[in-house]
Structures are given as C-alpha cells and as structure tokens.
C-alpha cells in the first residue's frame, strides 16, 4: 500500500475548526475533489483523530476553545514531522501570521474563504511536498549502503 494514502486510496485532510458550518462546506467541497475528508472542532479532538489516522495536511483554524490552532500546528510539528498544516484564520493579525510562520505552516488563509481556490491550491501544494519527500525517502531505503 502506497504510505501516502489512507485505506481508501485518497489523501485525507482533517479539517479543524469550531464553525460546524466550515466544516461542513469544506468537507463538502474536498470530498468532492476526491478527498478522504475528517473533521475535529478543536485542536485536541484533533490530535485525538491524529493519533488514531493517518492525515496527510491539517487544515486548522486559529481560534477555537480547548486548544488553539498555534498549539495545535506546535504539536503536529514534534510529534507528526510529515503533516503538511494550512491555517485559516479570521482574525488576520501580525501576530497570527508570524505565529503559523515561525511554527511550520505550510500557508495562512484569511477569512471570509467566498472562493476556495487558495485553499485547495494549497492542499495540492502540501500533497505534492509530502509526495515528493515520501519518494526520497523510498529512493534512500533502495540504495545500498556502500563500504
């Protein structure tokens, strides 16, 4: 089975965000663009399916209770090195920004999201980064050591 997909054959993004409403029109949107698609309303329900699934990017919003998307995207970065994380945000701030910068972000999208365009051109971004590192370490594991 190719590593870089879940049992289904597809790339699975985990949506993280406290709206009920974006999770539903990105989950309705990404699964009709072939995507494996799960959803979590804070970053600890997150790290919960994380730890359970194999996730190829995490797009998370910033602001939610329990635990925050910065915290979250800390987390991801120790202990799931290969999970590519968007963040999207209403609160566009210059804190915010430098925060999913400074922390590994892939990108940050501001809110209000009226075309998704960005977005999915990012999740094609992060899935060809991640496929593109996956193939390296493969062509590593086929060579033999030399003496």
Excluded at 120 to 142: D, G, P, T, Y
Aim: with cysteine; aromatic share 4%.
């Amino acid at each position: 089975m190719n590593r870089s997909m879940n049992s289904t054959g597809k790339p699975r993004i985990l949506i993280v965000d406290d709206e009920p409403h974006i999770q539903e029109m990105l989950s309705r949107n990404f699964r009709f663009d072939g995507y494996d698609v799960m959803t979590a309303g804070n970053g600890m329900e997150a790290l919960e399916i994380l730890s359970k699934n194999r996730v190829e990017v995490v797009i998370s919003d910033i602001r939610m209770p329990v635990m925050d998307g910065i915290e979250l995207l800390k987390t991801i970065r120790k202990e799931y090195q290969m999970v590519q994380v968007i963040i999207i945000t209403g609160y566009v701030t210059m804190t915010n920004l430098l925060d999913a910068l400074r922390h590994g972000a892939q990108t940050c999208i501001f809110k209000p999201m009226d075309d998704l365009k960005e977005l999915e051109q990012a999740v094609a971004n992060s899935i060809r980064h991640l496929k593109h590192w996956q193939k390296k370490l493969l062509e590593l594991k086929s060579m033999q050591p030399q003496e």
